[in-house]
């Protein structure tokens, strides 16, 4: 089940935490006893999501440390809850006080004001795309899990400012700028953005997943999908604005005799379904692709509204990230992640 | 939450039953006492579904009657679960003898199997979409209720076929064949269908889903964003593999100065959000759109296997509709209403 | 997860319906495929809760038959919903007349009022105990998954109307009147019962249950204890009011060594723990008791007030039951059942 | 819904953490904007829970201090999840080597070896009372949310090893010892503290709860029953064993006549019903008494069996608590306010 702040049935993720204050943290519950487990397991999932020093984001002394609180004994989990928390560093609550009156377009300032009467606009509070560094510890956690199950999941960008690239080696993404699945398309990416940094503006993109050895059966039909709760899992996102699944929204334009995936005794010959079938894994890679808006914070003056409805514009100072891409991706794959492994518990449990 | 058979946290559709059997049903629970409710506002909603007399769908003698069991009392709903009940008619297992050995491609024959083990064949089971006729009678019970907030959802065909349609007149779409939202483009859809129907193939095409009257505040931040349960609800129905939300994977292609929306006294000078910020609704109309496959049963023969792992050439006999599309509609538009009315019970729990 | 009308997490089920209306149901859901489970199965649970010519019960022409509407095939379950129903026969709204206005003591009339703003007073509504039998049925499926665990229980009257009994042969006693686990003690239950019934008054009781073959590992530590979950299944049956496992009350009196259970090489040598330790299953016999309240409904003029607030005597015409005991005892045992039948599946889940 | 280490269906509470660690803590989701909220809110009533010079208690140097993570801004929560952290001091995994192999009776020492297949033996680990230190602080914002509400509970012991106290103050028991509800049974509770103390064994005893203010319609009839949830919440906290409601196991001996509470003009005339109708409070307090079992840890040697099966003798050495009253108390309130928070929530959801 899915819960505000707890993702998952089985195998859940509850966190906690604004950008500014004295931490943010979370909860993996369900994960069984005797997975492998370290902090810096968990660390090497989070350093990808740090912002480096590219055309995209902003280089900042932001180095999150996380710490495990429980849950795990001599390097392996037990079955109990396993608790963990980063420190926020570098918070100053006073760079925000404009925000405190006038509603960011783009932003979820107008609607949390309007939902809770009251806000912490400090950074965005809860908002803030810092939320999304627990996703990856968790996601870290699931990865570790999936991994015993031979499941493993690669995150890329395919495309940039309306730049695609080409899906050359997708696995060697993430050492390349941008999660760029095609050494050839990163000149490209940095040149837009560096146009478009100058502009004071900002880009979107499309991210693509692949999950690799999930066994047929993952999935439970009706209203538990398997692509069902991926949508679900992505769109949960902050800048996600679309999902689909395998040929996705061109699947919308074929004919059934080309998109039907014949079968044979080795298995299927294309992959239009994306490895889904009817909710459940086909045995097949789960392929997803997610839309990510650009960057609603930009250096140019906007039209708003403050908190007593007066019509302002609004100029965001100081320096800011030019695309949500590439920080979302470890995000997008750690939601992948949680969703897998979450299936994988609740396919088991009637298995 | 969401559990296999069972939709939404507080306003809840629980459903059962396949293609052939004695009947198909649901519970419908958590809906408030004193809404207006009766068997002839549900069978409206069913009648949307049935199929009718175009170059889509194949005339048959299904007439879908709901029974109501419990929950209702002098017209108004009591607070107790409403029990529904549609006997299944004119169910011939004989028909399905072949369907016994042979896994169809695009459908949920091979997965059901790897999944359970065994499989109940006749007519898809539980994979037909048979199912769905249970989702409008729950959505028929969500309307009613969002009908009370003056909250109401309009759903056409955007496109069909790979021919797209104007938005001129979106609320008489249910009046027109296929849910068409502009009266010129029914002419050009028939011929597109009568073709691909005499060339024994299936179409695909793209529905879109508006929402008014929706309040500022509604969607639970993080994991239960209104956006994201709304990609789940429409995901979760059987041929939809993509989902977006308002200017969806547009978006990834433009600037942020160009996509974030204005905020101006009077309220936001356009849509690019679809009436969503940070997973929260803003006020104004939710804009969906889903992307739905060609219907996999198609009059040619195709490549598969067997339940013994050979290779087999399967040839579907009988006449098929030839697109999900305009039946899926009412069902994407109930999913809609049926997620709507779940976060507006869990915003006003903390309201 | 318990939400209203649908107990458990994994293990499900839904129920609709009230003691006068078209009928009452239910749905199992994730009940695992390729289980045993027909009809007459279920009908001979039904069976033993139907009012039977004792002193306890008011012979009545009430024979429920259950009809299953989807996810059995050929016998085995398929993994998809079960959906089955109850038409409700020999309602006569009219008899209600009186109760439309009246709040009876110890019923639910009064807080449903309150609640809900409106009412179904017809016998009760849905806080009728007829709702029970939909669990009765629910339990059947958790009684045939469970058979092939090996896990079973026994359910029998422990006390009555203040008379206990010994614990002689629990395992015959469905066979015996009132579920007396010791044949001596059912006249002196009788003679009491009908001294009570001509005094117009009604008799409360003790239930015991026992659960054996549950292996060690079921339930999970913190909230989701196998004891919690089987106190909330039980104290969820409407006429109890309270519930221990194993020593229960009486450990609270006991000195630490002497209610510790000692573990020996061959097993415990003793049971005060009632086969639960630190919420976990010890492998030992799980034993419960619930506490049952005397029969609201009696033949005695009673203190109460009308909907407008006015002060009334009340008397219910008409015969009743004495008292909730031996009909009660079917309901407890299959609400043992499903809570088994779902720790199950959350324990194997992980396993 | 409960899950596992969450509590709760909208007011939640997810807390982790082990006696030896780094840290405890948890998340409280779903609290409503607004509530004032601060550290020494909640630290006020840890500080009930902390062990005091007493006969029951040991005094150790634990001095649990909480820090609030997140969702308060300005003294206020904000709707985000709180999350709080509690540091572990004075953690010497050393002291428990012996624990390692051998399985204590009445703890859950067998029980998680059997379910995890692996054990975090150092101080209980998981299965350690320490953990109920989050319950509290759980507890402590569900009574700021209440107390807006008018609503409040008090919590007292009922009689501990054996020795009944009358219920003379029951609002001033938190400022007694042993939260005695009577000060003339404090030195009769010391004397046989001290004496089973002596003795190196254990007492058990029993806890009541009073909640006022509640008003009538809180709970969900059927499966979701106020007294149903209120009893899982009570039997989750470790050590009790038994849970009863208004009149509980004594209503089982009294006819409908004596028990059945007349409703008058001016409210009900008696309360065997402990405020609970149906399920559905009815305006009157709410009474529930849970029993608590002798705490296991004693000073005499205890037959058991080793992780290898081997039969030994056990001596739990160092100084335990005589009892799990007095701690226990405030423990048993968190859970009833928790469970009246989220209740209350439910309800309103679709007021």
Redesign the interface.
């Known amino acids: 089940?899915?819960?505000?702040?707890?993702?998952g049935?089985?195998f859940?993720l509850?966190?906690?935490?604004?950008s500014h204050?004295?931490?943010?943290?979370?909860?993996v519950?369900?994960?069984?006893?005797?997975v492998t487990l370290t902090e810096s397991v968990i660390q090497a999932e989070l350093d990808q999501r740090k912002p480096s020093a590219n055309e995209a984001s902003t280089p900042r002394a932001e180095t999150d440390r996380v710490?495990?609180?429980?849950?795990v004994?001599e390097e392996?989990t037990?079955?109990?809850?396993?608790?963990f928390?980063i420190p926020n560093q570098d918070s100053r609550p006073q760079d925000y006080s404009e925000l405190k009156k006038s509603?960011r377009?783009?932003?979820?300032d107008?609607?949390?004001a309007?939902?809770?009467?009251?806000?912490?606009h400090?950074g965005g509070?809860?908002?803030s795309a810092r939320?999304t560094a627990c996703r990856v510890a968790g996601g870290a956690v699931a990865k570790q899990f999936l991994a015993e199950k031979e499941i493993s999941a690669v995150a890329y960008t395919r495309?940039l400012g309306?730049i695609e690239a080409e899906v050359i080696s997708p696995d060697r993404a993430a050492e390349l700028p941008y999660f760029a699945p095609d050494p050839s398309v990163v000149q490209l990416w940095e040149k837009k953005l560096s146009a478009?940094r100058k502009?004071g503006?900002?880009?979107?993109?499309?991210v693509e997943i692949q999950v690799r050895g999930v066994p047929?059966?993952l999935?439970?039909?009706?209203?538990?999908?398997l692509?069902?709760?991926?949508?679900?899992?992505?769109?949960?996102v902050?800048a996600v604005?679309?999902?689909?699944?395998?040929?996705?929204?061109e699947?919308?334009?074929?004919?059934?005799?080309?998109?039907?995936?014949?079968?044979?005794?080795k298995g299927f010959?294309q992959n239009?379904?994306?490895g889904v079938?009817?909710?459940?894994?086909?045995?097949q890679t789960v392929v997803l692709r997610a839309?990510?808006?650009?960057?609603?914070?930009?250096n140019?003056p906007?039209?708003?509204?403050n908190n007593r409805?007066?019509?302002v514009t609004l100029q965001v100072e100081g320096r800011h990230d030019v695309s949500a891409i590439p920080r979302i991706v470890p995000v997008l794959k750690a939601m992948t992640l949680l969703t897998l492994a979450d299936m994988w518990?609740?396919?088991?449990?009637?298995?």
Chains 1, 2, 3, 4 share one sequence.
């Not at 204050?21 to 909860?27: D, N, Q, S, Y």
């Not at 710490?67 to 849950?71: A, L, P």
């Not at 079938?277 to 045995?283: A, D, F, N, Q, R």
């Not at 839309?291 to 930009?298: E, L, T, W």
Request: proline residues 5%.
């Open positions: 089940m899915t819960s505000n702040n707890t993702f049935r089985l859940q509850t966190t906690y935490g604004e204050g004295p931490g943010i943290g979370g909860v519950d369900g994960c069984p006893a005797g710490q495990i609180q429980s849950g004994f392996q037990t079955g109990a809850p396993i608790g928390s509603y377009p783009g932003h979820a107008y609607t949390y309007a939902k809770y009467g009251l806000r912490d400090r509070g809860r908002s939320e495309k309306g478009t502009a503006d900002s880009l979107g993109g499309i047929a059966g999935g439970e039909p009706v209203f538990d999908k692509d069902a709760r991926l949508s679900q899992a992505l769109m949960s902050g604005k679309g999902v689909e699944v395998g040929a996705g929204f699947a919308a334009e074929l004919t059934g005799s080309r998109n039907n995936d014949p079968i044979l005794k010959s239009n379904a994306g079938l009817g909710g459940i894994s086909s045995g839309a990510v808006k650009p960057i609603p914070s930009i140019k906007q039209r708003t509204v409805g007066q019509e518990l609740l396919h088991q449990s009637r298995a």
